[in-house]
């Protein structure tokens, strides 16, 4: 009889477990962020007012912070009167050498930029900052700021200014 009962037993806490992991804790984000009751999602342009101008980096900027949001959560893109809203402007844009050779030049520059962003929640006015977010990417001092040096870069610097954005309004971190 214990033969019969003990599968039964098995099968039962499995599902146990099962219910238990499933149900415990609501509903889990992967990001460890809440939007709370929000539904919609305002992200405007970001001007590039830096002293030196990257063409293209107000835009790639924008888009970026822009995805990053509609990928980590199911907040909708609108264009004005969203529940939560980030504006603010790109405010340095940087190159400088960061180590030197032997013959006393650069080996190795950094771009740096920084973005002040306003983040303001119409449904809890508490959360609302204003923050300075910054971050850099070293290069080869050898190598001209184009074509896929500056892609990589941007790509490492949107990457993690957005996700500090993103950790400092939803993930609260």
């Given at each position: 009889?214990?033969?019969?009962?003990?599968?039964?037993?098995?099968?039962?806490?499995?599902?146990?477990?099962?219910?238990?992991?499933?149900?415990?804790?609501?509903?889990?984000?992967?990001?460890?962020?809440?939007?709370?009751?929000?539904?919609?999602?305002?992200?405007?342009?970001?001007?590039?007012?830096?002293q030196l101008v990257e063409p293209r980096l107000s835009n790639e900027f924008t888009l970026a912070l822009q995805d990053l949001f509609l990928r980590q959560t199911?907040?909708?893109?609108?264009?004005?009167?969203?529940?939560?809203?980030?504006?603010?402007?790109?405010?340095?844009?940087?190159?400088?050498?960061?180590?030197?050779?032997?013959?006393?030049?650069?080996?190795?520059?950094?771009?740096?930029?920084?973005?002040?962003?306003?983040?303001?929640?119409?449904?809890?006015?508490?959360?609302?900052?204003?923050?300075?977010?910054?971050?850099?990417?070293?290069?080869?001092?050898?190598a001209q700021l184009t074509g896929s040096v500056v892609d990589e870069a941007f790509k490492v610097i949107f990457e993690r200014i957005t996700q500090d954005i993103?950790?400092?309004?939803?993930?609260?971190?």
């Amino acid at each position: 009889m214990t033969q019969k009962i003990k599968p039964f037993l098995n099968a039962i806490i499995i599902v146990v477990l099962i219910l238990a992991t499933t149900q415990s804790c609501g509903v889990y984000s992967f990001t460890g962020g809440s939007t709370g009751d929000a539904k919609t999602i305002q992200i405007d342009y970001f001007p590039n007012n830096a002293q030196l101008v990257e063409p293209r980096l107000s835009n790639e900027f924008t888009l970026a912070l822009q995805d990053l949001f509609l990928r980590q959560t199911n907040l909708n893109l609108i264009k004005s009167n969203g529940d939560l809203q980030f504006e603010g402007e790109i405010t340095q844009y940087r190159i400088e050498p960061m180590t030197a050779t032997a013959q006393q030049t650069a080996a190795q520059n950094r771009l740096t930029i920084s973005v002040r962003v306003r983040f303001f929640n119409k449904l809890k006015e508490a959360d609302n900052f204003e923050q300075t977010f910054s971050f850099y990417y070293d290069f080869d001092a050898n190598a001209q700021l184009t074509g896929s040096v500056v892609d990589e870069a941007f790509k490492v610097i949107f990457e993690r200014i957005t996700q500090d954005i993103f950790n400092a309004s939803i993930a609260k971190w």
